[in-house]
């Protein structure tokens, strides 16, 4: 199925017949997605959901006090299907929306989903079958990016690794810095995670923006049961200029050896300390100080001259930068490249980099997401 992306949405509400008798009984799926201004998306993610081959599920769109048609088209989906539950209250960010529905939901998994994107009909159905043999906690999936820029056809770049069943926690541990290489580990879109598994740890999104890492990271800690799948059915747009990744973080160098912090804890937790899992540790965290690197140097960044100089210094020169490069082994030659200002200790030539990635990401979305998908 192929989803019209671009224009104006008018709500289109199917027959849906049968389908709506489940309402009555505990869901085998709690869907859950937060809606914030969202009038020009959110019907076609929910038209998505009406299409999947599963329908044993339930939906819960909270409306986190949107100020557009986001909460009416939701409404308008609600009154034809008893499935559709619609919570709406004052705005309070996506974590505290996704946990209003955590705390009613009915579901024996959870689902959460960005009303902005979309799933291919088979997304459920491949995920609940492997995940419900295993007796599984959590199971992933793998997912497109789909990168719109000047044309009418997104760059799409597919995420995904074998299926596989994993025998221990231990397998587990072992295998999953691949997983976190392939961005598999990061969303929580991709994903069925167990209810009963959320509640007994008392699991929740945490309030702060960027919230879908420290979440997962909660779930991940001691999950036994694990499965991956390879069907690729989640497709993230990356399109709206107004969404979180595009906007201006003065915190987001300190956000970043936060969570750099947050995932070596992780791996010593789960005991695993090998060659590979610490080149993808420090690979991951220069990786990303190239986007602190970016994100000063966008047009919204109020640092100017001297200040904005600085704020680069600040980055290149940090302390953990150098150990890290010590361990990295950048991927392309094009990797290598943008991280020669962090081997050598150059900020002037990190500003200037800086500058130049935030004018193609700006002028060539589409050029910019192969670059990076390549990187």
Not at 82 to 91: A, D, G, S, T
Not at 169 to 197: M, S, T
Not at 222 to 250: I, M, N, Q, W
Not at 251 to 270: G, K, S, T, V, Y
Request: net charge positive.
């Amino acid at each position: 199925m192929v989803l019209p992306i671009l224009g104006k949405f008018r709500p289109k509400l199917p027959n849906l017949g049968k389908r709506a008798s489940l309402a009555g009984m505990n869901p085998a799926v709690s869907i859950v997605m937060p809606v914030f201004g969202v009038e020009d998306y959110v019907g076609k993610t929910i038209e998505s959901l009406l299409a999947q081959d599963f329908p044993d599920w339930e939906l819960w769109c909270v409306d986190d006090g949107s100020r557009d048609r986001s909460g009416a088209i939701c409404d308008a989906y609600a009154a034809k299907d008893p499935r559709i539950r619609v919570i709406h209250k004052e705005n309070g960010g996506a974590a505290e929306a996704r946990n209003a529905a955590i705390r009613r939901a009915r579901g024996r998994w959870f689902w959460f989903v960005d009303s902005d994107d979309w799933a291919e009909p088979g997304m459920l159905s491949s995920l609940v079958g492997p995940g419900e043999a295993a007796d599984a906690q959590l199971v992933v999936g793998g997912f497109h990016i789909d990168t719109f820029g000047k044309g009418p056809e997104p760059f799409t770049q597919r995420q995904s690794l074998p299926s596989r069943t994993y025998a221990s926690q231990a397998e587990f541990r072992r295998d999953a810095h691949r997983l976190f290489d392939k961005n598999l580990l990061y969303p929580p879109w991709n994903k069925l995670f167990r209810a009963d598994y959320l509640r007994a740890n008392n699991i929740f999104f945490p309030d702060t923006f960027w919230d879908d890492l420290p979440f997962n990271l909660a779930v991940l800690r001691d999950v036994e049961r694990v499965v991956l799948v390879e069907d690729a059915h989640y497709h993230f747009l990356r399109k709206r200029g107004e969404s979180e990744t595009a906007r201006y973080r003065p915190e987001a160098h300190e956000r970043r050896i936060e969570e750099h912090r947050w995932m070596c804890d992780l791996f010593r937790h789960w005991g695993v300390d090998t060659p590979e899992s610490r080149e993808f540790l420090a690979r991951r965290h220069v990786e990303r100080l190239l986007g602190c690197i970016e994100n000063v140097c966008t047009p919204a960044c109020p640092l100017r001259g001297r200040e904005r100089l600085a704020a680069v210094e600040r980055i290149v020169l940090s302390p953990e930068v150098a150990p890290a490069m010590a361990l990295a082994r950048p991927r392309s030659k094009r990797l290598k490249f943008l991280l020669f200002p962090f081997r050598h200790r150059l900020p002037r030539l990190a500003l200037w980099e800086g500058m130049a990635i935030s004018f193609v990401r700006r002028h060539d979305t589409t050029f910019f997401a192969r670059a990076k998908a390549h990187r």
